[in-house]
């Protein structure tokens, strides 16, 4: 569980994830990782039109600028890129290793199986190092079976 506070501050930035010049508000949080201090954008349109992520958006809602896990569905942009992908033997599951490009900073480790001739993720798991792509990889083979017996 954690607790949010709004401070009632307020200054001008630049939006994480659409890149616009907005109105910020400072907000603290207290969660297990424990109490801390951080910026966030306003509600705002990104420059595609879609409700930005950045500013907070309503469950559910479809048109959406970058949404977690996802692209934008009027401009395509996502929130991180694949650093590396190992497919198993048999090409029917592989680990994606994605770098957040926005919002975020680090690693994360994506399941994937073979979905006719999509990919379909079955899960997806935080890196603990959120800068090196070498400890994510072992990180992985302790959610992956098959990944101990390969070799990136």
Known sequence: M???????????GVCDYCGLDVELEKYESWNRDGHRFKWRAVEHRAPCGAQCAGGGYEHGETDVHIPPFGSCPRCGAIDSEIAQT????????????????IGHSGLRIDHEERDGEQWKTVARYPASDPQSLEMAIEQAKNYVPWLKGESP
Do not use: M, P, W
């Open 2 to 12: 954690s607790f949010v506070k709004d401070t009632g501050r307020k200054k001008q």
């Open 86 to 101: 190992i497919e198993n033997q048999d090409g029917a599951e592989r680990v994606v290793l994605r770098r957040y490009v």
